[in-house]
Nanobody
Framework: QVQLVESGGGLVQAGGSLRLSCAAS????????MGWFRQAPGKEREFVAA????????YYADSVKGRFTISRDNAKNTVYLQMNSLKPEDTAVYYC????????????????WGQGTQVTVSS
């Protein structure tokens, strides 16, 4: 089992950048595929990015491709989401999630979730 804690959210102007972090407890973090999802008010939770256990396989939603970068540091039990060229439509609560063993792009495929961190992009 793993516990996830996100950080790094905040208020930023359009065109700006933020880096989200997700710190995981437990000694088996390197076994987990990790994902980032987001949920805006009144909308369903949507996939943002995912990375497999080694970092060798990565998926992005079309809406963030070329602007967001997911990465992980297994020695630090942390997964990151670097967000550049932010747009007002990126405003949402961002969640990290973990699963074993394979990477996935649907929320229902993940077993463990963090509490979320708010990202607000002003125009």
């Amino acid at each position: 089992q793993v516990q996830l804690v996100e950080s790094g959210g905040g208020l930023v102007q359009a065109g700006g950048s933020l880096r989200l972090s997700c710190a995981a407890s437990g000694r088996t973090f390197s076994s987990y595929a990790m994902g980032w999802f987001r949920q805006a008010p009144g909308k369903e939770r949507e996939f943002v990015a995912a990375i497999n256990w080694s970092g060798g396989r990565i998926y992005y939603a079309d809406s963030v491709k070329g602007r967001f970068t997911i990465s992980r540091d297994n020695a630090k039990n942390t997964v990151y989401l670097q967000m550049n060229s932010l747009k007002p439509e990126d405003t949402a609560v961002y969640y990290c999630a973990g699963k074993i063993p394979t990477i996935a792009t649907i929320a229902s495929g993940y077993d463990y979730w963090g509490q979320g961190t708010q990202v607000t992009v002003s125009s």
